[in-house]
C-alpha cells in the first residue's frame, strides 16, 4: 500500500467506502463528467460504491487513484489519478505509458488543489523511477489543459493513440 502524500494544503490519501457520497456528488454532475470518458453522469449512489470498489482493486507499486483532500478541514476536493493508459484499437489492452489525470468537484475549482495535487504525484512517479509521464484531454477542455501546462506538461499536438478517440497530447519526461 502506497503512502499518503502532501504538499502545503493538501493530503492525497487512498480512498475509503465513507467516501462514497462524495464520489457520487462530483460524477453526478455534468459539469464534472463532461470531459471525461463518454461523459456518463452517475444516476445512483451504488455506481459511486463500485467506482471505488474497482478503484480499490488497483493495487500497484507506483500506480494509484488518490482522494484529494484539503488538509486544515479534511475536506474532499477530488481524484487524482497515475495509472496506465489504454492503447487505441486494442480493447482496452495497455499501451505501456502512465497518465495523471484529475477530477476535482467544482466547489474546489479555481483554487490551485489540482495543479498542487498533480505537481506532488509527478514528484512521487519521479521517485519511483518513471521516465514520462502523459495526459490526454478532450481538445474542448480549456481548464484541463491549462492544468497541464502549469505543471510544466509540453503540448505534442494531437493523438489517436489512445482511448479509440482523438484527444490533445501532453507529456513530461523526468530530468
Ligand atoms: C480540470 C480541473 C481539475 C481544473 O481545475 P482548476 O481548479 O481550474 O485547476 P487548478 O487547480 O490548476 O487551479 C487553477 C485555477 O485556480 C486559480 N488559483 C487560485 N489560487 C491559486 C493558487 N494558489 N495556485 C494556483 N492557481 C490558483 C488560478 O488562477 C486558476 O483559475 P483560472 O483558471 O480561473 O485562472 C477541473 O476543471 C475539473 O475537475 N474538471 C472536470 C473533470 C475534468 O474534466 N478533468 C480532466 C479530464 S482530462
Known amino acids: 500500500m502506497l503512502h499518503d502524500l502532501e504538499t502545503d494544503r493538501l493530503t492525497l490519501r487512498s480512498w475509503t ?34 467506482l471505488l470498489e474497482r478503484w480499490s482493486e488497483l493495487q500497484h507499486p507506483v500506480h494509484h487513484i488518490w ?63 518513471l521516465e514520462r509521464v502523459v495526459a490526454v484531454t478532450n481538445p474542448e477542455n480549456v481548464a484541463s489543459m491549462a492544468v497541464c501546462r502549469r505543471i510544466g506538461m509540453t503540448h505534442r499536438g494531437q493523438s489517436d493513440a489512445y482511448y479509440d478517440t482523438v484527444c490533445e497530447l501532453f507529456d513530461v519526461w523526468r530530468t
Open 67 to 129: 482522494a484529494v483532500e484539503r488538509t486544515a478541514d479534511e475536506q474532499l476536493l477530488g481524484a487524482l489519478l497515475l495509472k496506465s493508459i489504454p492503447a487505441s484499437g486494442t480493447g482496452d489492452a495497455p499501451s505501456g505509458d502512465t497518465e495523471i489525470g484529475w477530477h476535482f468537484h467544482p466547489d474546489a475549482w479555481g483554487s490551485g488543489y489540482a495543479s498542487e495535487a498533480a505537481r506532488r504525484v509527478l514528484d512521487h512517479a519521479w521517485a519511483a523511477g
Open 17 to 50: 467506502p465513507q467516501d462514497a457520497g462524495f464520489v457520487f456528488d462530483m460524477y453526478s454532475r455534468p459539469d464534472v463528467r463532461r470531459y471525461i470518458g463518454q461523459g456518463h453522469v452517475m444516476q445512483e449512489r451504488d455506481e459511486a460504491v463500485k
